[in-house]
């Protein structure tokens, strides 16, 4: 038999859900009892930290990456004998 009389309803996203799911498992709890011991505790605090310089990072890490791909390509063809050369003045015909 219960002895808890009033249940709690409240909303979460997906992801929201699942992160509380597998914190519950790590406790070795079930998520009920996880959601309980964690909204009853008065020794919770809760951390907002800036991640747009970390969203930053990545971006420029991920630019990194695309160039250094496109470099070793570049260096496959070249093994290969399939070399493009770029050209940044205009090519003249001969008789102008």
């Known amino acids: 038999m219960r002895n808890r009389e009033v249940q709690i309803k409240f909303y979460a996203t997906e992801k929201e859900r699942e992160s509380i799911r597998r ?3 790590r406790a070795g709890m079930k998520m009920g009892e996880y959601a309980r011991a964690v909204l009853t505790s008065d020794d919770v605090s809760i951390k ?3 991640t747009e310089p970390l969203k930053k990072a ?4 991920a ?3 695309t160039n ?3 470099f070793r390509k570049g260096e496959e063809r ?6 493009v050369v770029l050209r940044r003045e205009p090519v003249t015909q001969q008789g102008d």
């Open 68 to 70: 250094l791909n496109q």
């Open 78 to 83: 070249e093994k290969r004998g399939h070399v």
């Open 58 to 61: 990545a971006h420029e890490l």
């Open 23 to 25: 914190n519950a498992k």
């Open 63 to 65: 630019k990194q990456g």
């Open 48 to 50: 907002v930290i800036d």
